[in-house]
């Protein structure tokens, strides 16, 4: 079966820098996605990693390791509009798509 | 309209009833998903359909029926329902068989709640 791992829940204050830690073990590997979601709304998608390293999207980073089955999604100069739950999900074959079960994040002002 | 939308955003029913999930993809893409989330849960594929074919089916109780009818809207029916299966419900779609990250755009869910 598959097994992503990933921190309930997470505080951190207005302007700092949080670090979400996804662990994975999967059958198969074809990318590691990030997406967030709002209380109410859909899940939107934030990165994309298939090669080991670090994608930098603006305020966003991913990093990924296929060696260790880790990832992390690093949120910088937060913002009281980031308080989300964040979704760690491994495509592991066609259409195949596993998800941990997110972890919340609470910006504090 | 653009992205996925879903109907109806609430439904709450009886364990007897039969009723209806609807979801419709303005992306152009070739597959479309139904997935289940649970308060504390990861997402669970329950359905996936690909030009219109289904090509994944996770073991769902068949008081769940999905179908297909074209490559834009897809359907979740339900009958005789458990409290258990009150979940939110959500539809998605990608474009596969391509090389890249083959993005899921989801729909905002159909919130179920099984009296």
């Known amino acids: 079966g598959q097994n992503i791992d990933q921190p309930t829940e997470m505080t951190a204050t207005e302007g700092a820098i949080v670090q979400i830690n996804c662990t994975y073990q999967?059958?198969?590997?074809?990318?590691l996605f990030w997406y967030q979601q709002h209380a109410g709304e859909a899940p939107t998608f934030l990165s994309y990693?298939?090669?080991?390293g670090l994608e930098e999207k603006g305020r966003f980073s991913s990093f990924l390791s296929r060696s260790k089955g880790y990832s992390y999604l690093l949120l910088k100069e937060l913002q009281m509009k980031d308080s989300a739950s964040y979704l760690c999900a491994v495509r592991d074959g066609d259409y195949k798509l596993s998800f941990g079960a997110g972890t919340t994040v609470t910006v504090r002002a | 309209e653009t992205g996925v939308t879903q109907t109806p955003r609430h439904l709450v029913m009886g364990m007897t009833n039969k009723k209806s999930l609807k979801c419709e993809q303005h992306?152009?893409?070739?597959?479309m998903y139904w997935y289940k989330q649970s308060a504390k849960k990861p997402l669970e594929l329950m359905f996936v359909y690909s030009l219109e074919e289904r090509v994944e089916n996770n073991s769902v109780p068949s008081r769940f029926s999905p179908e297909c009818p074209n490559s834009s809207h897809l359907f979740l029916h339900l009958h005789t329902l458990q409290p258990e299966d009150s979940a939110l419900y959500l539809c998605a779609s990608s474009q596969e068989g391509f090389s890249g990250a083959n993005v899921l755009t989801f729909g905002a869910g159909s919130r179920l709640t099984v009296l």
């Open positions: 990693n298939v090669l080991d």
């Open positions: 992306l152009g893409h070739n597959a």
């Open positions: 999967t059958s198969g590997f074809n990318g």
